[in-house]
């Protein structure tokens, strides 16, 4: 337990409250302009939700102080993860640290340095499976494009010994891309939402139940083979030790890998696309270093060193539109964070968001600079935690990244996207989403 002496106080409240609804409605309208008012008031500002006390963290210390959690005064708990539980399991992103800690220790031999160049060439095949069936002029529906592109290399790099073109493997990919399109956060915060007689939860049902019995076969069918093939499910289903995981943890770890590995991946790929339309030098920069770079078949982690602008790229859009723009966890005790008291029970919310726009910490916060992180290593940055940190860090996240970077170098050397004729704006929803983007595809010429 976290001691609270004499000397804290409580947070500052967020201006602009209403008396009964609080801080709802300008949440609802506008929750990045909300967002962005904060730092300005400290370090820990309160919002109010009716009666009930939020606190937002503002300063990269005190995210640290949260995340890294060393006095285990916070916790992934409250109404909103076990609503969320209902919906995905109680894998790694859901579950309470206490478990936390064994789950991540069972499965992270699957994510170690020395399998990245093996998952990077299933991901290199899937994407030129994908972009080789575009066409010039084509306009891309970019988000859903990404969607389906991300999810196409997820599903690879967990079951490689599967035919992705087979039926039942195609007919799955969609049913788990509706799957993640139905993950917003009023149904998150109102799982009874899902429960009503609409056609979208029929869908939503029936795309849960599919992915499930499938699961429930490859875990079967792995744990008889025994067969190390390369991929995230053999490393799921086996053990060095007597302790493993159950077939149900490895179930919940794979929904939530496929839920991450499918929305972060697709929202940070359709990002990076309409910065690149945007800005033609900056395009053709990142073009000729991937064309200059190709092939990209060695190790993972040379190849991505041999592309340090499109790295900056894939940087600065996780820092610029990072997807997992907020997050919640739950004091169990009465604590502080700083000198500001959170008493136990406190919702805190942490959003990566407020923290990579802080001019303090990024220059020009609002402009997008890849250049900002030439020579400089963004996960040792302070204040970008676009993965989270600590012990609930996402376990991914060097994949994510190797995927990200080889990804889009391995689009843009062979096509270019012309720029939305329409706005394009963030949307937040479950992830800060470009809501409006689409794009026109040319040809790329040889550099």
Request: proline fraction near 8%.
């Amino acid at each position: 337990m976290t001691a609270v002496g004499p000397h804290v106080d409580r947070p500052p409240r967020a201006p602009g409250a209403h008396p009964l609804l609080g801080h709802l409605k300008p949440l609802l309208i506008d929750p990045l302009g909300l967002l962005a008012v904060l730092p300005h008031l400290g370090d820990v500002v309160e919002l109010r939700f009716g009666r009930t006390p939020t606190y937002v963290v503002c300063s990269p210390e005190a995210a640290q102080h949260v995340l890294r959690n060393s006095d285990r005064a916070f916790d992934k708990g409250g109404t909103f993860y076990e609503n969320v539980r209902s919906m995905v399991g109680d894998g790694m992103a859901t579950c309470p640290l206490a478990r936390h800690k064994r789950l991540r220790r069972l499965a992270q031999p699957a994510f170690r340095s020395d399998r990245m160049t093996g998952y990077a060439h299933t991901i290199h095949a899937q994407v030129d499976a994908v972009i080789s069936s575009w066409r010039p002029g084509q306009s891309l529906d970019v988000l859903p494009e990404m969607r389906a592109l991300a999810a196409r290399t997820t599903f690879a790099t967990m079951f490689s010994r599967r035919e992705l073109d087979a039926p039942e493997i195609a007919g799955l990919r969609q049913a788990v891309t509706a799957f993640v399109e139905h993950q917003t956060i009023p149904r998150m915060v109102a799982p009874s939402l899902n429960r009503l007689p609409t056609a979208r939860n029929h869908r939503y049902r029936e795309s849960e139940a599919r992915l499930l019995r499938f699961l429930d076969g490859e875990i079967a069918a792995y744990r008889a083979d025994g067969t190390d093939h390369g991929d995230l499910m053999s490393m799921f289903t086996t053990s060095l030790d007597s302790d493993r995981l159950t077939d149900a943890e490895v179930r919940d770890t794979v929904v939530t890998v496929l839920l991450g590995g499918i929305t972060t991946t697709a929202v940070s790929h359709a990002w990076a696309l309409h910065q690149l339309s945007l800005d033609p030098a900056l395009d053709a920069a990142v073009a000729a270093e991937a064309q200059a770079a190709a092939p990209l078949d060695d190790s993972a982690a040379d190849a991505v060193d041999r592309l340090p602008l499109t790295r900056g790229v894939v940087a600065e859009v996780l820092r610029h539109r990072v997807a997992s723009w907020i997050f919640p966890r739950v004091a169990v005790t009465d604590t502080t964070i700083g000198s500001r008291r959170i008493p136990a029970g406190a919702q805190v919310l942490l959003s990566p968001y407020v923290l990579h726009h802080r001019p303090d910490l990024f220059a020009t916060p609002d402009n997008f600079d890849p250049h900002r992180w030439d020579g400089r290593d963004p996960h040792r940055t302070k204040g970008w935690l676009p993965f989270g940190a600590g012990e609930s860090k996402c376990i991914g996240y060097e994949l994510a990244f190797i995927e990200l970077t080889l990804s889009l170098a391995h689009i843009v050397r062979t096509w270019r996207l012309l720029p939305s004729p329409a706005a394009v704006r963030p949307r937040p929803r479950l992830h800060l989403e470009p809501h409006g983007l689409t794009l026109r595809l040319a040809e790329r010429a040889p550099h």
